[in-house]
């Protein structure tokens, strides 16, 4: 079993920077990766970007490619996420989720392909 916490979401103005962190506990495995997700309401939960934890190699959806930046700390079991130059339309729930048996693109990106989930935290952006 393993518990994802986020934190670092809140309220910022557009153009601004947040930096997100997902810290994982409990039972986790030597290869094994991290995406994060975003949903806002009425719409799907979107893929952002995902890391895995063996090689770090990591994977961007196209619409965020450039402005967030994926990024471990393997010793922590952290997995951060930064955003730059955000804009009213990423305000959404972030969600961070661990995936056991995944090992490139069209895993990574696909929610359904996910072991655990977190509870999220908010990002709004002001305009």
């Known amino acids: 079993q393993v518990q994802l916490v986020e934190s670092g979401g809140g309220l910022v103005q557009a153009g601004g920077s947040l930096r997100l962190s997902c810290v994982a506990s409990g039972s986790t495995f030597s290869d094994y990766g991290t995406g994060w997700f975003r949903q806002a309401p009425g719409r799907e939960r979107e893929f952002l970007a995902a890391i895995r934890w063996s090689g770090g190699s990591t994977y961007y959806a196209d619409s965020v490619k450039g402005r967030f930046t994926i990024s471990g700390e393997y010793d922590k079991k952290t997995v951060h996420l930064q955003l730059t130059n955000l804009a009213p339309e990423d305000t959404a729930v972030y969600l961070c989720?661990?995936?056991?048996?995944?090992?490139?693109?069209?895993?990574?990106?696909?929610?359904?392909?996910?072991?655990?989930w977190g509870q999220g935290t908010q990002v709004t952006v002001s305009s």
């Open positions: 989720a661990a995936a056991m048996g995944c090992t490139g693109w069209g895993c990574y990106d696909r929610e359904g392909k996910y072991d655990y």
